[in-house]
Protein backbone atom coordinates (compact mmCIF):
# COMPACT_ATOMS: atom_id res chain seq x y z
CA UNK A 1 0.00 0.00 0.00
CA UNK A 2 1.57 3.57 -0.69
CA UNK A 3 0.82 6.43 1.56
CA UNK A 4 0.65 9.99 0.75
CA UNK A 5 1.46 12.29 3.45
CA UNK A 6 -0.77 15.55 3.70
CA UNK A 7 0.58 18.61 2.43
CA UNK A 8 -0.91 22.41 1.70
CA UNK A 9 -3.08 22.24 -0.41
CA UNK A 10 -2.44 23.33 -4.30
CA UNK A 11 -2.71 26.89 -4.90
CA UNK A 12 -5.66 27.85 -7.27
CA UNK A 13 -7.51 24.05 -6.58
CA UNK A 14 -10.58 24.49 -6.50
CA UNK A 15 -12.71 23.84 -3.05
CA UNK A 16 -13.34 20.23 -2.03
CA UNK A 17 -17.37 21.94 -0.66
CA UNK A 18 -17.37 23.70 -4.35
CA UNK A 19 -20.60 21.76 -5.51
CA UNK A 20 -19.68 22.62 -9.44
CA UNK A 21 -16.14 20.65 -9.32
CA UNK A 22 -16.08 18.97 -6.26
CA UNK A 23 -12.43 20.00 -6.33
CA UNK A 24 -11.59 18.26 -8.95
CA UNK A 25 -8.88 19.43 -11.43
CA UNK A 26 -10.17 17.85 -14.22
CA UNK A 27 -7.78 19.81 -16.86
CA UNK A 28 -4.35 18.28 -14.73
CA UNK A 29 -6.15 15.30 -14.64
CA UNK A 30 -5.91 15.17 -18.23
CA UNK A 31 -2.59 16.44 -18.36
CA UNK A 32 -1.42 13.90 -15.95
CA UNK A 33 -3.07 10.71 -17.46
CA UNK A 34 -1.43 11.46 -20.95
CA UNK A 35 1.75 11.29 -19.04
CA UNK A 36 1.28 8.19 -16.89
CA UNK A 37 -1.00 5.82 -18.74
CA UNK A 38 0.76 4.94 -22.00
CA UNK A 39 3.83 4.37 -19.13
CA UNK A 40 2.06 2.39 -16.34
CA UNK A 41 -1.36 1.47 -18.26
CA UNK A 42 -0.35 0.31 -21.41
CA UNK A 43 -2.62 -2.13 -22.39
CA UNK A 44 -5.67 -0.07 -20.87
CA UNK A 45 -4.17 3.76 -21.49
CA UNK A 46 -7.24 4.41 -23.82
CA UNK A 47 -9.49 4.08 -21.57
CA UNK A 48 -8.09 5.98 -18.94
CA UNK A 49 -7.38 8.80 -21.51
CA UNK A 50 -10.52 8.61 -22.65
CA UNK A 51 -12.12 9.25 -19.42
CA UNK A 52 -9.83 12.06 -18.80
CA UNK A 53 -10.26 13.93 -22.06
CA UNK A 54 -13.88 13.58 -21.90
CA UNK A 55 -14.34 14.81 -18.77
CA UNK A 56 -12.22 17.67 -19.18
CA UNK A 57 -14.19 18.47 -22.19
CA UNK A 58 -17.37 18.82 -20.35
CA UNK A 59 -18.84 15.67 -20.59
CA UNK A 60 -21.07 14.09 -18.12
CA UNK A 61 -20.28 10.34 -17.97
CA UNK A 62 -19.81 8.07 -14.98
CA UNK A 63 -19.62 9.36 -12.01
CA UNK A 64 -22.03 12.40 -12.53
CA UNK A 65 -24.76 9.86 -13.83
CA UNK A 66 -25.84 10.21 -9.57
CA UNK A 67 -23.18 12.41 -8.33
CA UNK A 68 -25.94 14.36 -5.81
CA UNK A 69 -27.42 10.86 -4.44
CA UNK A 70 -24.23 9.56 -4.08
CA UNK A 71 -23.36 12.20 -2.10
CA UNK A 72 -26.34 12.34 0.06
CA UNK A 73 -25.69 7.98 0.75
CA UNK A 74 -22.39 9.09 1.76
CA UNK A 75 -22.91 12.22 3.80
CA UNK A 76 -25.92 10.33 5.66
CA UNK A 77 -23.46 7.02 6.18
CA UNK A 78 -20.69 8.81 6.94
CA UNK A 79 -22.75 10.82 9.68
CA UNK A 80 -24.08 8.05 11.28
CA UNK A 81 -20.67 6.73 11.95
CA UNK A 82 -19.01 9.73 13.31
CA UNK A 83 -21.18 10.35 15.48
CA UNK A 84 -21.22 6.54 17.06
CA UNK A 85 -17.79 5.91 16.82
CA UNK A 86 -14.47 7.69 17.87
CA UNK A 87 -11.11 7.77 16.65
CA UNK A 88 -10.90 7.28 12.64
CA UNK A 89 -13.36 6.30 9.90
CA UNK A 90 -11.76 3.42 7.17
CA UNK A 91 -12.93 4.54 4.07
CA UNK A 92 -12.17 1.91 1.11
CA UNK A 93 -13.13 3.00 -2.63
CA UNK A 94 -13.05 -0.23 -4.32
CA UNK A 95 -12.05 0.81 -8.11
CA UNK A 96 -11.60 4.36 -9.74
CA UNK A 97 -11.54 5.20 -12.98
CA UNK A 98 -10.01 8.91 -12.06
CA UNK A 99 -10.73 11.63 -9.30
CA UNK A 100 -14.32 11.07 -9.63
CA UNK A 101 -15.19 9.04 -6.83
CA UNK A 102 -12.74 10.14 -4.47
CA UNK A 103 -13.48 13.99 -4.66
CA UNK A 104 -17.81 12.98 -4.31
CA UNK A 105 -16.83 11.02 -1.51
CA UNK A 106 -14.70 13.59 0.36
CA UNK A 107 -17.05 16.26 -0.75
CA UNK A 108 -19.90 14.66 1.18
CA UNK A 109 -17.31 14.06 4.25
CA UNK A 110 -16.62 17.99 4.26
CA UNK A 111 -20.50 18.58 4.62
CA UNK A 112 -20.41 17.47 7.87
CA UNK A 113 -17.47 20.45 9.04
CA UNK A 114 -14.00 20.94 8.83
CA UNK A 115 -13.53 18.36 11.33
CA UNK A 116 -14.84 15.38 9.27
CA UNK A 117 -12.10 15.16 6.88
CA UNK A 118 -9.77 14.90 9.98
CA UNK A 119 -11.66 12.06 11.29
CA UNK A 120 -11.33 9.94 8.14
CA UNK A 121 -8.91 7.80 6.29
CA UNK A 122 -9.20 7.35 2.61
CA UNK A 123 -7.97 4.09 0.65
CA UNK A 124 -8.42 3.90 -2.79
CA UNK A 125 -7.91 0.62 -4.85
CA UNK A 126 -7.67 -0.66 -8.40
CA UNK A 127 -5.89 -2.60 -10.74
CA UNK A 128 -3.98 0.18 -12.62
CA UNK A 129 -1.68 2.85 -11.49
CA UNK A 130 -3.01 5.08 -13.36
CA UNK A 131 -6.15 6.50 -11.70
CA UNK A 132 -4.50 5.98 -8.22
CA UNK A 133 -1.44 8.15 -8.95
CA UNK A 134 -4.33 11.19 -10.39
CA UNK A 135 -6.06 10.00 -6.66
CA UNK A 136 -2.61 10.76 -4.76
CA UNK A 137 -2.42 13.84 -6.64
CA UNK A 138 -5.71 14.79 -5.65
CA UNK A 139 -5.51 13.89 -1.63
CA UNK A 140 -2.45 15.74 -1.69
CA UNK A 141 -3.50 18.82 -2.46
CA UNK A 142 -6.47 18.72 -0.32
CA UNK A 143 -4.37 17.22 2.36
CA UNK A 144 -6.59 13.98 2.94
CA UNK A 145 -5.16 11.25 5.00
CA UNK A 146 -4.99 8.56 2.38
CA UNK A 147 -3.27 5.91 1.00
CA UNK A 148 -3.22 3.68 -2.28
CA UNK A 149 -3.04 0.39 -3.39
CA UNK A 150 -2.61 -1.95 -7.02
CA UNK A 151 -5.30 -4.71 -6.22
CA UNK A 152 -7.06 -7.74 -7.90
CA UNK A 153 -10.72 -7.35 -6.18
CA UNK A 154 -11.14 -10.55 -7.29
CA UNK A 155 -8.14 -11.85 -5.22
CA UNK A 156 -9.01 -13.52 -2.09
CA UNK A 157 -6.02 -12.50 -0.09
CA UNK A 158 -6.26 -8.67 0.24
CA UNK A 159 -8.07 -7.18 3.06
CA UNK A 160 -8.57 -4.06 4.00
CA UNK A 161 -10.50 -3.57 7.16
CA UNK A 162 -13.51 -0.39 6.53
CA UNK A 163 -15.86 1.33 8.04
CA UNK A 164 -17.63 2.10 4.76
CA UNK A 165 -16.68 0.31 1.05
CA UNK A 166 -17.60 2.55 -1.73
CA UNK A 167 -18.03 0.53 -4.97
CA UNK A 168 -18.92 2.57 -7.97
CA UNK A 169 -19.31 1.17 -11.37
CA UNK A 170 -16.95 -1.43 -10.66
CA UNK A 171 -19.13 -4.82 -11.16
CA UNK A 172 -19.45 -4.51 -14.27
CA UNK A 173 -15.80 -5.31 -14.74
CA UNK A 174 -16.01 -8.66 -12.61
CA UNK A 175 -17.05 -11.70 -14.68
CA UNK A 176 -21.22 -12.60 -13.33
CA UNK A 177 -20.23 -16.09 -12.24
CA UNK A 178 -17.35 -14.45 -9.57
CA UNK A 179 -19.51 -11.49 -8.57
CA UNK A 180 -21.39 -12.99 -5.00
CA UNK A 181 -17.88 -14.53 -4.15
CA UNK A 182 -16.53 -11.06 -4.69
CA UNK A 183 -18.80 -9.32 -2.85
CA UNK A 184 -19.50 -11.32 -0.14
CA UNK A 185 -15.05 -10.81 0.39
CA UNK A 186 -15.68 -7.15 0.35
CA UNK A 187 -18.53 -7.49 2.70
CA UNK A 188 -16.10 -8.94 5.00
CA UNK A 189 -13.41 -6.11 5.21
CA UNK A 190 -16.66 -4.20 7.13
CA UNK A 191 -16.83 -3.50 10.67
CA UNK A 192 -19.70 -4.53 12.57
CA UNK A 193 -22.28 -1.06 12.16
CA UNK A 194 -20.73 -0.08 9.04
CA UNK A 195 -22.08 -0.33 5.43
CA UNK A 196 -21.49 -0.78 1.93
CA UNK A 197 -22.62 2.24 -0.82
CA UNK A 198 -22.98 0.30 -3.98
CA UNK A 199 -23.54 1.77 -7.42
CA UNK A 200 -23.69 0.49 -11.34
CA UNK A 201 -25.78 0.87 -14.33
CA UNK A 202 -28.24 -1.36 -15.79
CA UNK A 203 -27.44 -2.22 -19.71
CA UNK A 204 -29.54 -3.63 -21.44
CA UNK A 205 -29.06 -5.75 -24.55
CA UNK A 206 -31.21 -3.01 -26.28
CA UNK A 207 -29.87 -1.76 -29.89
CA UNK A 208 -31.48 1.28 -29.29
CA UNK A 209 -29.06 2.33 -25.56
CA UNK A 210 -26.05 1.01 -27.84
CA UNK A 211 -26.98 3.49 -30.35
CA UNK A 212 -27.44 6.10 -27.87
CA UNK A 213 -23.69 5.16 -25.85
CA UNK A 214 -21.63 5.10 -29.21
CA UNK A 215 -23.69 8.94 -29.89
CA UNK A 216 -22.92 10.01 -26.27
CA UNK A 217 -19.11 8.79 -26.52
CA UNK A 218 -18.89 10.21 -30.59
CA UNK A 219 -20.17 13.45 -29.25
CA UNK A 220 -17.42 13.39 -26.54
CA UNK A 221 -15.03 12.88 -28.58
CA UNK A 222 -16.42 15.87 -30.96
CA UNK A 223 -16.53 18.29 -27.90
CA UNK A 224 -12.86 17.26 -27.10
CA UNK A 225 -11.37 17.58 -30.40
CA UNK A 226 -13.08 21.34 -30.65
CA UNK A 227 -11.65 22.64 -27.45
CA UNK A 228 -8.02 20.68 -28.87
CA UNK A 229 -8.00 22.71 -31.69
CA UNK A 230 -8.12 26.11 -29.65
CA UNK A 231 -5.89 24.74 -26.77
CA UNK A 232 -1.91 24.02 -26.40
CA UNK A 233 -1.93 20.78 -28.08
CA UNK A 234 0.56 20.45 -30.77
CA UNK A 235 -0.71 19.12 -34.14
CA UNK A 236 1.21 14.89 -33.68
CA UNK A 237 -0.29 15.56 -29.78
CA UNK A 238 -3.59 15.95 -30.70
CA UNK A 239 -4.20 13.48 -33.23
CA UNK A 240 -2.41 10.76 -31.03
CA UNK A 241 -4.98 11.29 -28.31
CA UNK A 242 -7.67 11.95 -30.85
CA UNK A 243 -6.53 7.99 -32.25
CA UNK A 244 -6.76 7.20 -28.64
CA UNK A 245 -10.75 7.95 -28.31
CA UNK A 246 -11.55 6.92 -31.33
CA UNK A 247 -9.58 2.94 -30.41
CA UNK A 248 -11.77 3.66 -27.43
CA UNK A 249 -15.37 4.19 -28.29
CA UNK A 250 -16.70 0.83 -28.37
CA UNK A 251 -14.85 0.02 -25.05
CA UNK A 252 -17.98 -0.01 -23.01
CA UNK A 253 -20.37 -2.40 -25.11
CA UNK A 254 -17.95 -6.07 -24.10
CA UNK A 255 -17.77 -5.53 -20.23
CA UNK A 256 -18.30 -9.23 -19.40
CA UNK A 257 -20.41 -8.26 -15.38
CA UNK A 258 -23.02 -5.90 -17.02
CA UNK A 259 -26.68 -5.71 -15.06
CA UNK A 260 -29.27 -6.53 -17.19
CA UNK A 261 -32.25 -5.87 -15.85
CA UNK A 262 -32.81 -4.23 -12.22
CA UNK A 263 -33.57 -7.69 -10.91
CA UNK A 264 -30.35 -9.17 -11.09
CA UNK A 265 -28.74 -6.59 -9.66
CA UNK A 266 -31.41 -6.80 -6.72
CA UNK A 267 -30.96 -10.44 -6.38
CA UNK A 268 -26.81 -10.15 -5.71
CA UNK A 269 -27.47 -7.67 -3.33
CA UNK A 270 -30.26 -9.49 -1.36
CA UNK A 271 -28.18 -12.80 -1.51
CA UNK A 272 -25.02 -11.18 0.45
CA UNK A 273 -24.67 -11.66 3.92
CA UNK A 274 -25.04 -7.67 4.40
CA UNK A 275 -28.40 -5.87 5.45
CA UNK A 276 -30.29 -4.10 2.24
CA UNK A 277 -30.95 -0.83 3.69
CA UNK A 278 -31.71 1.23 0.41
CA UNK A 279 -32.43 0.41 -2.78
CA UNK A 280 -32.72 3.01 -5.41
CA UNK A 281 -32.97 3.46 -9.15
CA UNK A 282 -31.72 6.85 -11.01
CA UNK A 283 -32.43 7.60 -14.73
CA UNK A 284 -30.17 9.11 -17.15
CA UNK A 285 -30.91 10.34 -20.82
CA UNK A 286 -28.10 9.30 -22.78
CA UNK A 287 -27.22 10.72 -26.23
CA UNK A 288 -30.23 13.08 -27.79
CA UNK A 289 -29.88 16.35 -29.35
CA UNK A 290 -30.60 15.29 -32.74
CA UNK A 291 -28.77 11.86 -31.96
CA UNK A 292 -29.85 8.38 -30.83
CA UNK A 293 -31.34 8.71 -26.97
CA UNK A 294 -32.34 6.23 -24.30
CA UNK A 295 -33.06 6.62 -20.67
CA UNK A 296 -30.53 4.75 -18.75
CA UNK A 297 -31.51 3.05 -15.25
CA UNK A 298 -28.84 3.17 -12.46
CA UNK A 299 -29.18 1.71 -9.36
CA UNK A 300 -28.07 3.15 -5.36
CA UNK A 301 -28.02 0.88 -2.94
CA UNK A 302 -27.04 1.15 0.71
CA UNK A 303 -26.41 -2.20 2.65
CA UNK A 304 -25.27 -2.30 6.41
CA UNK A 305 -23.00 -4.99 8.38
CA UNK A 306 -25.43 -6.10 11.42
Avoid at 117 to 127: G, I, K, P, Q
Avoid at 151 to 179: E, K, N, W, Y
Avoid at 194 to 219: H, P, V, Y
Wanted: net charge neutral; glycine share 8%.
Amino acid sequence: MMPVSPRSSAAGMPSLLDPQTYGEDLQGNLDRALALAPVHCPGCADYHIRCAAHRAAGAHLGIDADRPQLVAAVAETAGRLLSARTGKLDIVIAGSADTGILSTVAHAIATHGPDALSRCRFTVLDLCPTPLMLCGDFARAHRLDFSWATCDLTDPARDFRADIVVLHSVFRFIDRDRQPAVLERLAAWIRPGGAMIFSNRIKTRSGEETAADLAKRRSANERFAALAAEGPLTDADRTAILARLDRALDADESRSGEFRNVGELRQLLEGSSLALRGFDEVANEIGGNGQPAYSRRRVLAVLEKC
